[in-house]
């Protein structure tokens, strides 16, 4: 449990660090501040409920999942340019690493113990993927911040909940053992991939509007 919380913490120090540099032109410890209150708290507030309380239980998952949209597209809001406003939605992914990743371990039995014992590795990989999916739409809320900002949330939640869909094809369970079913998750980094060329081009095509 230890080493996975320790490559956890690896993770988002090395995401964060990757953060401040590519946004270096940015006033990055005042947008840091502000992810803070915007994100690490409502976050923390949802790990707390969904393992403690439970109040959210009774609302539909899509529900929950449409929630941490709108604090993405909150931030996409906020006065900036577009690149400010990826600097700071961008962190909501990296936020979700340090917090719902490394703090599911305090909530699980000892089945997900035994799993994760043999599965260091690959659960620190599929956290990573998770952020894949939060970066991307983070580049859409971005890239497409117009008026109507219903249509970049309802292509974000899409996305989200396709994700969340086939991330309960990611484990095999037979026999009493789970393993790893390694191709959804490759299919899930391909498909974030392929996303992401495909905003950079739009980007590119609009004049790189997000550099």
């Known amino acids: 449990m230890y080493y996975y919380i320790a490559l956890m913490i690896c993770a988002f120090g090395i995401l964060l660090g990757s953060w401040a540099i590519v946004f270096r032109d940015q ?13 690490a708290v409502p976050i923390s507030l949802l790990v707390l409920d969904n393992y403690l309380v439970g109040l959210l239980w009774w609302i539909p998952y899509i529900a929950v999942i449409a929630l941490e949209e709108g604090l993405k597209a909150l931030g996409s809001r906020l006065p900036g ?23 599911r371990v305090f909530f699980q039995d000892v089945t997900f113990y035994s ?34 900002i219903i249509f970049p949330f309802l292509i974000s939640i899409a996305i989200h909940y396709i994700f969340n869909y086939t991330r309960d094809y990611y484990y095999i369970e037979s026999a009493g ?22 905003l950079w081009l739009l980007s590119r095509r609009r004049g790189g509007e997000l550099r």
């Open 115 to 148: 799993f994760l014992n043999q599965n260091y590795g690959n659960y620190t990989a599929l956290s990573l993927v998770s952020f894949a999916m939060h970066s991307t739409t983070a580049i859409i809320y971005c890239l497409m911040r117009t008026r109507y």
């Open 177 to 198: 053992k789970v393993t790893f079913n390694a191709s959804f998750i490759w299919f899930d980094v391909l498909s974030f991939a392929i996303m992401w060329l495909a």
């Open 27 to 39: 006033d990055r410890l005042r947008i840091f501040l502000i992810s803070i209150g915007l994100f």
């Open 81 to 103: 340019s577009k690149r400010q406003a990826l600097c700071l939605v961008s962190l909501f992914g990296i936020w979700e690493i340090l917090i719902t990743k490394m703090t």
